[in-house]
């Protein structure tokens, strides 16, 4: 059983940073896909920005202010964010796929206050 830990959510202003990180309890190295997605209240999950083997792909709405990223030494993937809007308040939930399987951390609350 894979294992994903979020962390690095919280509390930030209208324009600011916060960077997330997603350990995983096993390599990395060879996984199908790994990356986040986040859901607001009331809205459906949506993808954020996404590893996979052809690439890296971004939602439009946060191209240009995040920024994801790998480290396979540490089996953890990261994500920066950076001007940060009101719209960007969710739950973020960590991804992975190995295989045919799908794999999700628990979640962490981003908030953005105006």
């Known amino acids: 059983q894979v294992q994903l830990v979020e962390s690095g959510g919280g509390l930030v202003q209208v324009g600011g940073s916060l960077g997330l990180s997603c350990a995983a309890s096993?390599?990395?190295?060879?996984?199908?896909?790994m990356g986040w997605y986040r859901q607001a209240p009331g809205k459906q999950r949506e993808v954020v920005a996404l590893?996979?083997?052809?690439?890296?792909t971004y939602a439009d709405s946060v191209k240009g202010r995040f920024t994801i990223s790998r480290d396979n030494a540490k089996n953890t993937v990261y994500l920066q964010m950076n001007s940060l809007k009101p719209e960007d308040t969710a739950v973020y939930y960590c991804?992975?796929?190995?295989?045919?399987?799908?794999?999700w951390g628990q979640g962490t609350q981003v908030t953005v206050s105006s």
């Open positions: 991804y992975a796929k190995w295989r045919t399987d799908d794999y």
């Open positions: 096993r390599t990395i190295l060879s996984w199908n896909a």
């Open positions: 590893i996979r083997s052809m690439g890296t």
